[in-house]
């Protein structure tokens, strides 16, 4: 006997993205505000001035890339708990990628779904983690292999946050950018080639069309199945070095940007990419003072971790690699010795 059972599934996780000076938010339920322990005592107030809910409480974590683990996870559960949330319950993600990576984990596997909001501080998580329902954390063998595809219901951007912001974590985001511009869209990559984004107005342009193309590839592809993967452009070897270095040591965006070099060198291998091009996305990293060199002391080890990148499937690595400025090509048959070779060339 067979039974099957059918699922007709109609269901519509659209929301949207506010960029401006935060409007008040209301809840008709109990609202958890996820934060760390660098921003609750800079914004929190601010933020919680803003909520109007029935009950308001605060979850505040250690900051940091090696936070992001399971460890945290059950943390954040405990206390969920604790705070008897149920399911009509909201979450508040106040933070950076780390920050709304593990909220929107959380969510997703608090009494099986409950909704959360981002309202990211950083410029990596405003012009990239916060958009797309990536959730996640990482574990020894690598970053992000835990998670889900969970959707907010919706996302807060307000520059403002960015007054209080670290140099390098505002670096960090401008390695996003240049992420999407040079593999997505050739006339915003030689706009930014030309802006200083530390003026105000430039900045909030470069953050809205950031969001735009990041938007754009996630209702083409929502779970990476295809043309979302596009975004790890620099990611595969990026990953590997935040892993061989210690998580939270190189930002994520700091490796993202020595990423994009190692990919690059692999591009002009095989041919992908002409020299004076390569040139022109290393010199937009250094131009905003990123740093695209990376020397790995054990090329073999750094090889052998790509086989637990997400792209990967049986056993043949997918990099993501431009093919010139504002394109860009999956590469999925790369023979090893030219790998190993932009491995240790790293940004040269």
Request: hydrophobic letters at 40%; proline letters at 3%; one cysteine or more.
């Amino acid at each position: 006997m067979d039974i099957e059972i059918v699922l007709n599934k109609n269901i519509d996780d659209s929301y949207k993205i506010y960029l401006g000076d935060l409007d008040p938010l209301r809840f008709e339920t109990k609202v958890a505000i996820v934060t760390n322990k660098t921003i609750a005592p800079i914004h929190l107030a601010a933020l919680r001035s803003k909520i109007s809910a029935p009950e308001i409480s605060e979850i505040i974590i250690d900051d940091g890339e090696e936070y992001k683990n399971l460890q945290t996870i059950e943390k954040i559960l405990d206390r969920l708990c604790d705070l008897r949330l149920d399911r009509r319950s909201v979450l508040i993600a106040f933070g950076g990628g780390v920050i709304g990576d593990m909220t929107g984990f959380c969510a997703a596997i608090y009494q099986r779904g409950i909704s959360f909001v981002q309202i990211p501080t950083t410029l990596l998580a405003m012009v990239d983690a916060s958009v797309g329902g990536k959730t996640g954390v990482n574990n020894s063998y690598g970053k992000n292999l835990i998670g889900a595809f969970y959707q907010p219901l919706s996302v807060h951007i307000d520059p403002a946050w960015l007054k209080t912001l670290p140099k390098r974590e505002f670096l960090s985001g401008i390695a996003e950018i240049i992420k999407m511009a040079a593999t997505l869209d050739k006339g915003f990559f030689e706009w930014l080639e030309k802006v200083d984004l530390n003026d105000d107005k430039t900045l909030k342009e470069a953050i809205v069309r950031s969001i735009r193309l990041k938007a754009r590839i996630v209702m083409q592809d929502e779970k990476e199945s295809g043309a979302r993967a596009a975004l790890n452009y620099g990611h595969t070897f990026a990953h590997a070095i935040e892993k061989e270095s210690g998580y939270g040591v190189i930002l994520h965006g700091e490796s993202v940007a020595m990423g994009m070099v190692m990919a690059n060198r692999l591009a002009l291998s095989l041919g992908l990419i002409k020299d004076e091009e390569a040139l022109r996305i290393k010199q937009a990293i250094k131009k905003f003072g990123l740093n695209p060199y990376y020397k790995t002391p054990n090329p073999e080890l750094f090889y052998e971790s790509f086989f637990l990148d997400k792209k990967t499937k049986n056993n043949n690595i997918t990099f993501v690699l431009p093919r010139n400025i504002g394109d860009y090509i999956f590469v999925s048959d790369a023979p090893k010795k030219l790998v190993l070779e932009a491995i240790e060339k790293g940004g040269e």
